[in-house]
């Protein structure tokens, strides 16, 4: 297994390093978006030659991030998707959704977290 | 210019064994524009992980999709594995190995019929799934289930195959073979069918690289992309190559996974060749504290499960990227110019998995 490392960027720097990982020849493998306590990480995933390299933004919900897909035209899905599930907007995308990617009963249902109380695990 | 008009295809269409919506932008019968929709079978899935604890979150993880189901769980115990700091017995990396080329055999068998389907060629399809039992069959009696396997967890897999079902799957894959090989030789070399498939829905090598393109869909335009190259499971250990080819067309996506079967089929008998004897599992404690990407390959591509822990019994992430999901751009690239009697043909070659894509 390959050793992994997710280097921590500034909102400002999505596009560049975007721009800078295509003209290495990377892939977009993924856009991913974890919720930690209020704040949002999303995860940007590149690939060359089966080396990842990742870039880990942390933003408010009521923070704004640019769109990939100028970049990365496939990015709108990731994109759309991190709208729907957590309700963070992203500026420009080629093609936006408008909130209607996912068809989901509560908005924004991924922005809430649901862990019930601490039990020690199973095979403590 | 002529009027364009809007077509709505799916999320109901004889073709779509799964939802997926298309607004085809036509000019006469050219598709001009295509917007695709999904969304109509999303479960939220990765959400149960604040609700299960990580070690059984591994039944969800393989309830994702009910034809790769196995290599969704190997994929999801792997990350936590990786995490965790485990190295589990080199038998059940081999076992792990063998079942999801089993899962792979099954799945592209699954497509082939459902392709020829969509051609009108009934009888084709029937043989696919005819032979596709032969691999059922054998999964069920191997770990139990033949569409939820159940087998992995988090430190091994929970059965073994003794040393005489092994030389069994052995024979009864040899026999498979010749079958395979009449079946694909209509796939590959029917005037017919290359009629219908050359030329029709090109994805260039760079698009196919950009968009995003993973597995079949990708390596049908030339992009060798395969992450059982990077050793996962008993890989490593395994000789084969990537099967590629260069037409970027539907014919070139069907060649890819016909020819990849045989490549299975190699594999499982290398499996069997070289695992060696010894436990298949191994006593796990505590919880995952930390993140990984998890990476395997899938009959569809590349499948990415992000596991992030901290040290409770409740994973933080479990973030799911589908090779559907991933090749849903490149799909709408390959509509854009096709002929609106193409769009059945060009979506099913992508082998769209829609439940698996929305979790």
Known sequence: MEPQVILPISVGDVISKAEQAKRDGNRLVQIGCTKIDDTF???????????????????????????????????????????????????????????????????????????????????? | MSKQITVPFGPQHPVLPEPLHLDLVLEDEKVVDVIPTIGYVHRGLEKLVEKREYTEYVYIAERICGICSFIHSQAYVQGIEQIMGLEIPERAQFLRTIWSEYSRLHSHLLWLGCFADSMGFESLFMNSWRLREHILDDLESTTGGRVIQGACKVGGVRRDITPEKLDEMVKGLKTL????????????????????????????????????????????????????????????????????????????????????MFTSLDIIEQCIRKIPDGPVDMKV???????????????????????????????????????????????????KGCQLADVPVIVLSIDPCIGCAER
């Open chain 1, 41 to 124: 990480e999303i995860i940007y995933v590149y690939e060359k030659d089966y080396q990842l390299t990742s870039y880990r933004i942390t933003v408010k919900q009521d923070d704004e991030i640019p769109s990939i897909s100028g970049v990365y035209w496939g990015a709108f899905v990731y994109e759309n998707e991190i709208h729907d599930l957590y309700g963070i907007h992203v500026t420009g995308m080629n093609v936006d959704f408008k909130g209607t990617f996912y068809k989901t009963t509560i908005k924004h249902p991924f922005s809430v977290t649901i862990t019930k109380e601490d039990n020690p695990c199973q095979n403590k």
């Open chain 2, 177 to 260: 073979e010749g079958e395979l090989r009449d079946l694909t030789d209509v796939f590959l070399n029917d005037r017919s069918i290359q009629h219908r498939l050359k030329g029709v829905g090109v994805l260039s090598k760079e698009d196919a690289y950009y968009f995003g393109a993973v597995g079949p869909t990708a390596r049908g335009s030339g992009v060798a992309i395969d992450i059982r190259e990077t050793g996962y499971a008993a890989f490593g250990k395994i000789n084969f190559k990537p099967v590629v080819e260069q037409g970027g067309d539907c014919y070139a996506r069907c060649a890819v996974r016909a020819k990849e």
């Open chain 2, 285 to 335: 404690t505590g919880a995952p504290d930390g993140e990984y990407f998890s990476r395997a390959e899938q009959p569809r591509g590349e499948v990415i499960h992000y596991i992030k822990g901290n040290g409770k019994k409740n994973l933080v992430r479990h973030r799911v990227r589908t090779p559907t999901f991933t090749n849903i751009p490149p799909l709408v690239t390959l509509l």
